[in-house]
């Protein structure tokens, strides 16, 4: 059976809200054009899902509306007709949404029968395989939805994820979980309906090493109860210092380091779904895991692999949360670390990891080269064309460790808020040396594609993969 999903920028709900929710108290009607994300395996249930990403918002205008009042909204089908042409040609899919000022976020037999027209005219005029969804946002900000699959079936929305400085979470039976005995001391900290989400989510461990290892190893106990592992690398004795809960026979057979990260999660007994990927992330073979997540936990020191997230964080909107650590070592008789851990948060409307310039668009260049053809890149490398060979970089346990929480930290204040209303921060550098934080902030390249143009954010599944070339 099908499962579905929905996207919601924040800027879109924003929008949509001051549209429809209105003093006079009547209800308003908007489509929303989607971006899909079509995932053939669910890794977590085995079953078909679609995820829908809001990308454009068309509110039915005034003039269309043929009576209104707190309990019913009808009107004539032009601006449907209008926006169902727009799906076809930009290839997305339309969402109806109305408010319920009076009521709760539940769908009337009304809307049953109304929106089992209104597919029937979509399908007539986009093909029979045209879906629709719908969703009712209420003056209290609850929203609920549905996919449409045929006049006489619908399938209610799994999550509909609403993601900005902040990320709401909307599902049925939200509030009615029983928080586990293990979690009890969190909610006395953040309450049962934290703990609630976050064993809703998704969520995308990409790299498993200092930070990767450290990230995976403190999900479950947050009470994540659904993580998959991307990691093409094995265990060496190098890695013995940081990669939590790597052992010397790890390290002595080779085993991949996804292996050793899944068995330690499975060893917890706290009820963990972990899913592993040994293979870099921009394999296909990885595409369904990826997409199915709704968090991503960036912990790659590669560029290539960084630039692919930065891509795919705006075309799903599904937020990642990018790591890295810098140590510099000084050469003097009294050898001194500086020490710069930092979390940068890509999601639509904030600044990318190039035009901040995290990413080496060459370095990427050359480790795709390495990885594709490694008899050239070697030819390359001994002409000098190959940059970053050169000694590994250094790394401490207690540094990858403390990013690794700083990062969980931004997430939690997003779906929580316990820093307060200005408390997400887009990127934050801690200086180690210095026992300082910082904000950092940046302003989009006028010419980036990703970030200074809203014009990829929700697109979703595009061809060739984030309009990379392959």
């Not at 250094?394 to 997430?411: G, H, R």
Request: some cysteine; glycine content about 8%.
């Amino acid at each position: 059976m099908i499962t579905a999903s929905l996207v919601l920028q924040e800027r879109h709900l924003n929008h949509l809200q001051e549209f429809l929710i209105h003093r006079d108290g009547v209800e308003r009607a908007a489509y929303i054009l989607c971006g899909e994300s079509v995932i053939a395996v669910d890794p977590w249930t085995a079953q078909p899902h679609r995820k829908f990403i809001s990308y454009e918002i068309l509110p039915v205008p005034e003039e269309d509306i043929l009576s209104s009042s707190p309990q019913h909204i009808t009107w004539n089908t032009k601006s449907f007709v209008y926006a169902l042409k727009l799906a076809q040609e930009k290839g997305l899919t339309v969402a109806l949404i109305h408010s319920h000022p009076e009521g709760l976020a539940e769908f009337s037999d009304q809307d049953d029968t109304n929106e089992a027209d209104l597919l029937e005219l979509a399908q007539h005029r986009n093909g029979a395989e045209t879906k629709l969804l719908s969703v009712v946002v209420t003056s209290g900000g609850d929203l609920a939805g549905r996919l449409w699959l045929n006049q006489w079936q619908s399938v209610p929305l799994r999550l509909t994820q609403v993601v900005g400085d902040a990320i709401r979470l909307h599902y049925p039976g939200r509030g009615n979980g029983l928080t586990s005995p293990v979690f009890q001391r969190q909610s006395l900290a953040f309450g049962d309906a934290l703990n609630q989400d976050l064993s809703t989510l998704c969520v995308g461990v990409v790299g498993c090493g200092g930070t990767g290892s450290a990230t995976a190893m403190l999900l479950p106990k947050m009470g994540f109860r659904k993580i998959a592992l991307f990691d093409p690398d094995f265990v060496e004795e190098s890695n013995l210092n940081r990669l939590h809960g790597a052992t010397r026979s790890d390290a002595d057979a080779k085993r991949p380091k996804v292996d050793v990260v899944v068995r330690s999660l499975i060893e917890l007994g706290i009820d963990v779904q972990v899913r592993g990927y040994q293979s870099w992330l921009g394999d296909p073979g990885c595409r369904d895991a990826l997409k199915s997540c709704d968090i991503i936990f960036g912990c790659t020191d590669d560029h290539a692999g960084r630039l692919l997230l930065n891509r795919f964080a705006y075309y799903y909107a599904i937020p990642v949360f990018d790591m890295g650590l810098a140590l510099e070592v000084s050469t003097s008789d009294t050898p001194q670390t500086k020490a710069d851990g930092r979390v940068t948060t890509l999601v639509p409307g904030h600044t990318c990891l190039m035009c901040r310039g995290i990413i080496n668009p060459v370095a990427a260049r050359d480790e795709v080269l390495k990885r594709n053809n490694p008899v050239e890149y070697e030819r390359r490398k001994a002409e000098a064309y190959v940059v970053g060979e050169g000694n590994p970089s250094p790394a401490v346990v207690l540094f990858t460790t403390d990013v690794a929480i700083m990062a969980i930290e931004e997430l939690v204040h997003r779906l929580q808020g316990f820093r307060g209303e200005a408390g997400s921060v887009s990127q934050r550098v801690r200086k180690f040396h210095l026992m300082t934080d910082r904000r950092q902030t940046a302003n989009p390249n006028s010419y980036c594609p990703i970030c200074s143009s809203s014009e990829c954010w929700g697109r979703g599944d595009v061809s060739p993969f984030l309009d990379l070339v392959e």
